[in-house]
């Protein structure tokens, strides 16, 4: 017997001392169960997240399930209350079946986010974060700003990389919050969405490396808005939209409508100076840091005497309240490298607006800043389906060349405006090829209101289906150079006041 359980003994030393150092010890194999239950499928049921549970219970719920990361399922059909945001954290992806909505309601208060990522309100990066088959039903909860100012997405996120959005539905946006906004990004892809209401469906900061896709919109305000300069209360930060696709969308007709397809927007700002006239959304560089005035977008122009130095939060300054925007310095924003693809126009306004702003709600472009140009913006297979005479692209910022191929193009013309802030808008080269121009009659392909702007256009492999179609280009006090295909303007090399005298 004795000797039965010294053999016995031996071998359990022997099996512990084989397998726990292979396997990492006792602290590794619990690492490992963490690391299990971390990945693993949960139901948000199994937290009590529920269509007859309360907004606020559910709230509770969710978040309870979320914070365990992993991969979340709601799979019980019906429509789910919810009375506050849920905080999203890195490697954590949300899938929502069929026939499952959430929608917000007021218990107690409104709020703004139904899912926001944890690290924008320490604009610390989230990473690896999806969501599937979320419905967004809105309810008329529509407040503009909570947690982050400028952020006002009903399905927000900021600094944020490695993100997916799918499967996206919302019918009843309200007209104070964005349906989904990102800003401060890297790698995001936005696909197969239904986006109906009266603010923007997509709403873009800054940010490198994006794809929206497979969208339908009908939306009062901008379908997508690329916004690398914005208004302070609608962007957190500011800086540059670039390398991007955005592909088969259709921007559906409604009686109503203000905005764009796509608002493609730039700004360009200075560093602080004594006694600088500022007024509301101005950006200025101080002190290593970025700071933009909130006011009332009354139209009012302050002095500013003092310089902003603080290094976070608000200070108010000659009566001017200070804000600050971001540490890391830029003097430009704009949009580059992006293209537009199968792009489908049934409702009749600008389809892409290149934009400054200069009104009483912000001021894109400080007088004397750096010349922000937007570079290298292609449409291909843009379906114009509308008969009115609208401009299809609008653009009252420097932007070096615009490449339109594949198209279908009605009534619609290239406008190029001023702003009055700037007085060089410097050259602009156009590139249209392989469209099929669709007017009955003469075409204004490009008018110019810009004094001394220069425009390069070149056209090849283009087809009228009308007989009787010519096209023209007004130069304004500019200078149209042409090299083109089209009737009307085979023989013509350059349009400009001195050379149609």
Known sequence: MYRIKLTVLAFLVFYCLLVIPVSGGVNSVMQKTHETEQNSFKDAANFGFSPLATGKENVVALQK????????????????????????????????????????????????????????????YDKHISIEGLHIIVNGIDKDMTEVYGLRGQLAFFYIKDLIIKHFRCYDLAGSQFCIQVCTFEDIIIDDVIIHGKKDGIHLGRGTRFTIRNGVFK?????????????????????????GIVENCYDLNEEKTVGYFCRILAGAWLDWTPDMEVQHSDAVVSNGRLYRIQEKPDGTIYKSETQP????????????????????????????NVSFRNIFLEKPRIGFSIHFDNDKFSRSYYPGAEIPVQEQLTFDNIRVL????????????PVDILTISNSSIRDNTIKFHGNKAMTNYLKTQINIYGCTFRKDGKLKLITNSVKGKEIILKTNS???LKDNFSATVVPGDGKVIVESDLTGLKDKKVFSKDAQK
């Open 462 to 464: 283009n087809i009228a």
């Open 386 to 397: 509308y008969d009115e005479p609208i401009n299809l692209i609008s653009v009252n910022t």
């Open 65 to 124: 399930a979320v914070d365990r990361g992993g991969t979340i399922i709601v799979s019980i059909p019906g429509t789910y209350k919810m009375a506050g945001t849920v905080y999203i954290g890195s490697n954590t992806s949300l899938i929502f079946g069929n026939n499952i909505s959430l929608k917000k309601v007021n218990e107690g208060r409104d709020f703004t986010h139904v899912f926001l990522n944890k690290g924008a309100l320490t604009k610390t």
């Open 219 to 243: 939306c009062f305000d901008d379908a997508i808005a690329l916004n690398a300069h914005d208004y302070a209360t609608s962007n957190p930060e500011l800086g540059w939209i670039e390398n």
């Open 309 to 336: 130095k603080h290094k976070s939060g608000s200070q108010k300054l000659d009566g001017i309240n200070w804000v600050v925007v971001q540490d890391d310095i830029t003097y430009t924003a704009g949009v580059r």
